[in-house]
């Protein structure tokens, strides 16, 4: 059955996100995710006067194919795919996967591989620095269970923290934020388990609202590569390549991980032994989407959290970059709530969040009660 909500999506996707104009090409990138919404998300480029394509795929192909994976048979696909993207304007990325734990019992080695010779040069190198993008997940029956919810009431609370946000209210707000953390140097946070200290002067600052990801919420920086000292612990599980992580906690000494644990330490050492960048951080962010206030373990709402905060090691991004590179971007995350146990972060010895609040007053317009209605 089609829901009558996915064409405000669609619409959403596709004239806000990705901007689209008249003889512009889209690529529509879905994974698992039903046909009539990809028939929305079509509907809608052609209203534009855009140029569709299509590129539908599966979780379980997608594990079949890495379980034999080699560089070879990546670096063939990697050249389709790059010649594909290089054509496109505007790419839309949705999965609506019923498993996310696929790729979880691959051999060692097999996802650190794709990342690498297939991921990287097609979606790091070519899609994010050269496409209009936006990148989603459709809501299904196991990201109701993730987020311990009914089908019925994680649908209707999916659509609200989509499609009903004032975006264009939260972008204003941000500008503010954005200035004030483009101007500035030293970054402290505090919390249970965390002290961390590090610069992000001369790096700059990118408001996310609506444009790359739905939902959205958040402003990003990064931090000097090699600034980084102290330690954190994340208080929110996360999911990379299938395998489930909680109480990661990492160390750093001159922007480097040097310790890391979780309740996997083989595991984990595994990511960030990936490529040499993989053991520094690629960006920091502060999240603030009004309708989020818990994690369900999907990175595109836990990152958005209000009152949270990100630090991903891995690439960096082009419009903050601190000459980091990887085939690592793993968004972990911090949320500072009472209920977490609280925290601060300083900048330039200005108090800006205490407990999940932002109490500096370039920076109280994203508190929601000043996002929402």
């Not at 496409?131 to 994680?154: C, D, G, H």
């Not at 793993?330 to 932002?358: A, H, M, S």
Request: net charge negative; aromatic share 10%; proline share 5%.
């Amino acid at each position: 059955m089609r829901d009558p909500r996915d064409k405000k999506l669609a619409e959403l996707l596709v004239n806000y996100s990705c901007k689209l104009q008249p003889g512009e090409s889209c690529l529509i990138h879905a994974t698992d995710t039903p046909v009539e919404f990809i028939e929305e998300l079509i509907a809608a480029v052609y209203r534009a006067k855009g140029l569709p394509i299509v590129q539908f795929e599966t979780e379980r192909i997608e594990r079949a194919l890495r379980t034999g994976g080699s560089r070879e048979g990546y670096s063939i696909k990697a050249d389709i795919e790059k010649y594909q993207m290089e054509q496109m304007d505007a790419f839309i990325g949705v999965r609506g996967p019923a498993n996310s734990k696929e790729m979880s019992d691959l051999p060692d080695g097999s996802n650190n591989l794709y990342m690498k010779a297939f991921y990287e040069p097609v979606h790091f190198k070519v899609r994010v620095p050269h496409t209009k993008w936006v990148v989603l997940r459709y809501p299904t029956e196991f990201m109701a269970m993730q987020a311990n919810m009914s089908t019925i009431n994680f649908e209707d609370y999916y659509y609200r923290v989509t499609t009903g946000v004032d975006y264009d209210k939260m972008s204003d707000a941000m500008d503010k934020v954005v200035k004030f953390m483009s101007e500035a140097d030293k970054v402290h946070i505090t919390g249970p388990g965390t002290d961390l200290r590090f610069s992000i002067k001369g790096i700059g600052a990118v408001k996310c609202s609506g444009n790359m990801n739905i939902p959205d919420g958040e402003v990003y920086s990064c931090p000097v590569k090699d600034s980084v000292e102290g330690h954190i612990t994340y208080n929110t599980p996360s999911s990379y390549h299938g395998f489930t992580f909680t109480d990661v906690r990492l160390e750093f000494e001159k922007g480097q991980i040097v310790k890391a644990e979780s309740n996997d330490n083989e595991r984990i050492n595994k990511i960030f032994d990936t490529d040499k960048g993989a053991r520094y951080v690629g960006e920091f962010a502060l999240g603030c989407n009004p309708e989020i206030t818990f994690p369900m373990d999907n990175i595109l709402f836990d990152e958005k959290i209000a009152g949270s905060f990100h630090f991903t090691p891995g690439a960096a991004y082009d419009d903050a970059d601190n000459g980091n590179k990887s085939a690592v971007h793993w968004d972990l995350v911090c949320i500072q709530t009472p209920e977490y146990g609280g925290g601060e972060i300083w900048i330039d010895n200005e108090l800006i969040r205490k407990d999940g609040v932002f109490i500096h007053k370039d920076f109280r317009a994203l508190n929601p009660e000043n996002l929402k209605g």
